[in-house]
């Protein structure tokens, strides 16, 4: 060591030192991250492997640096840590390195989008386009053309040249977004492009390759469209090389927090607004909702109620419904009455009159009798201070 801080302090001229690449190892070279090293510091690492040490500090501040990075860009733009996330991402990085094409498969609003663009981003394709094609907005009479593209006059008011998604895509990935919309027509010319890497555009007959990834995605069911007859069986198959299904949110409710405040945050960026506070009580009745609409009505919600807190604590608009609380809702083994097998029990207005008031005792408890304020009682109810006092008073309940 006393070695090292010779040779670093003889050092007459570091600036050369500062354009090396990478860190050398005995074994052979790995990158470097990109730390703010001060010029003796490079110079210390560099005398060090001229010490030819086995293991520099800096090797280890290096690789320590790149474990956390990599943790922290776990799943990229997918927020979360439940393990139905976890299970997404574990696929996402099977199927990312490879050529396979891939069928995301989801409910609407959950973020299938995403998932293929981090598809993109881990593969060998990743410094190419990513190119969307919205399948459900193309009118059926210009499928071809928009995924292939036409030569001038091929058709009424086919004024010049163009190319299609497919030529736009070369060398990168599409993005075949509610691929159960596509015509039959049309989908034998996909299975092509699958089967054989080769395409014309509409009036042209000169051959194209296409070297470009598929990724499908659909919120329908593929299976059915099948079974009659509205999607091709050997397309399905073609596509379905590596199905990933994408979680609804009531099955993430581990990640409605995480959510919620990366939704925060960026609302309050994009909006404008001065930045609220996500409360308890808020999170708890985010997590009561059964989320029909997924992260994209939660991302909704939130806006919503970034605007209208200005700042304080956030209150979230959410319709009641029937699927407003899953945990709720009446399962096969539910306790009925024995003389009505098909009607629930019910409460009398006194005895859930009582329930109300007990579980306001509880939370003026927890709340140390606290009622405005962070985590006061008015606030883990989601009411204002007035209406609990009005409660309070209703009841009779005081302080001990």
């Known amino acids: 060591m006393d070695k090292a801080m010779n040779l670093v302090s003889q050092a007459p001229d570091v600036a050369p030192l ?47 640096l790149q474990e956390e990075m990599v943790e922290a860009k776990a799943f990229g733009d997918l927020v979360g840590q439940s393990s139905a996330l976890h299970h997404l991402a574990r696929q996402i990085d099977l199927v990312a390195p490879t050529e396979a094409s891939v069928l995301i498969l989801g409910e ?26 919205a399948c459900a907005s193309i009118p059926r009479e210009l499928f071809e053309s928009e995924f292939f593209g036409h030569v001038r006059g091929a058709f009424t008011g086919a004024v010049k040249d163009r190319a299609g998604r497919f030529e736009t895509a070369e060398g ?46 659909t919120n329908r069911d593929l299976n059915k469209a099948v079974a009659t007859g509205r999607f091709r069986e050997d397309l399905y198959y073609r596509l379905n090389v590596f199905p990933i299904r ?19 945050e960026l609302s309050s960026r994009e909006l404008k607004c001065a930045k609220p506070r996500l409360t308890k009580a808020g999170v708890v009745k ?68 009582r329930r109300e008031r007990d579980n306001l005792v509880l939370v003026l408890e927890a709340a140390n009798w606290r009622i405005k304020g962070p985590d006061g009682a008015a606030e883990l ?19 001990p």
């Open 18 to 64: 500062m354009a090396l690449p990478s860190c050398q190892k005995r074994d052979g070279w790995f990158p470097a991250v990109d730390l703010a090293l001060t010029e003796r510091e490079d110079a210390f690492a560099v005398a060090l492997r001229g010490l030819q040490l086995d293991e520099s500090p800096w090797e280890v501040q290096n690789t320590l």
């Open 108 to 133: 609407t609003g959950t973020g299938k989008e995403l998932v293929a663009h981090e598809i993109h981003r881990r593969s060998r394709r990743k410094d190419q386009s990513l190119v969307r094609v």
């Open 172 to 217: 990168g990935t599409i993005l075949l977004d509610e691929v159960g919309e596509i015509p039959l027509e049309v989908q034998n010319k996909l299975l092509r492009v699958l089967q054989d890497k080769r395409y014309e555009r509409v009036g042209d007959d000169r051959t194209r390759r296409a070297d470009v990834r598929i990724i499908a995605a």
């Open 246 to 264: 994408v979680p609804p949110l009531w099955q993430r409710l581990d990640d409605i927090l995480l959510l919620a405040k990366h939704f925060v």
């Open 286 to 353: 985010l997590q009561n909702y059964a989320w029909p609409g997924n992260v994209r009505e939660l991302r909704n919600v939130v806006e919503r109620a970034v605007i209208l807190a200005r700042g304080g604590a956030l209150d979230f608009d959410l319709p009641i419904t029937a699927e407003s609380a899953p945990a709720a809702r009446l399962s096969p083994r539910a306790d009925f009455s024995a003389g009505s097998p098909a009607q629930p029990k019910f409460l009398m207005d006194a005895e859930l009159q």
């Open 381 to 399: 109810l989601g009411l204002r201070p007035t209406t609990l006092i009005s409660r309070m008073n209703k009841w009779g309940i005081k302080k």
